[in-house]
């Protein structure tokens, strides 16, 4: 004889099987996301791109990665000792600063002006530490941070805690992030192939020679 506190028992029961079912339905479609990639604001990415260009040791993820490091992409930034979207102190971007989109001045808060500039100083950083031992792109990046005399006295990435977190923070997590985020941009935006150059038939070889060969990136990749 079933009675009727055994009948609610199995309804108790049952309803609480068909709840756990539920949730684990829900938490195999609603598991845990992979975190969000850090990408390049649409508007930053021309001139990222332009000033990647212009060094050699500099690649568009390095120099993303240094600016979300920098500014969090923010023109704006200021830290009471470095101002802009690279974060120049006044003192450097006096020396270093250019006039990046033709308007006859150099704004630090101007990321056509800051980023082509960043480019250039990171490129002369790397000229300054090539003589040390140690990994040039950490002693670069230390030497953007905490000026490159520090790094010179030295020999390598001084003992600043903050410096040693900006050189950790953005070959470690953030380089790799933008790589990603990178060459999923890339597969998603494919070059279009150039068209093959009409031969004149004469064999001459007269052309202006451009792609005749690998420019300075080519002889030295950035990371």
Known sequence: MVTRRSRTTGTLVG????IAAALL?????????????????????????????????????LLAAQI??????????DSGHAQGISQFAPETWKEWGRDGDGDGKADVWEPKDAIPSQARYMCHLYGVVKDLPG??????????????????????????AETREYVDRILNTLLPQYRESEAKYAAAHPSPSPRPARSSGSGSGSGSGRGSGPGPEAAAPGP
Request: proline letters at 14%; one cysteine or more; charged letters at 20%.
């Open 135 to 160: 990994d040039p792109t950490k002693l670069a990046l230390a030497a953007y941070n905490a000026g490159p005399n520090a790094v010179l006295r030295a020999r390598g990435i001084p003992r600043i």
């Open 68 to 77: 979300h490091a920098e500014s969090d992409w923010r023109p704006d930034a």
């Open 25 to 61: 339905v829900v938490r195999q479609f609603t598991g845990p996301s992979e975190p969000e990639l850090p990408t390049i604001p649409k508007a930053e990415r021309p001139v990222v791109e332009a000033a990647a260009r212009t060094c050699p040791g500099v690649s568009v993820p």
């Open 15 to 18: 309803s609480a099987l068909l």
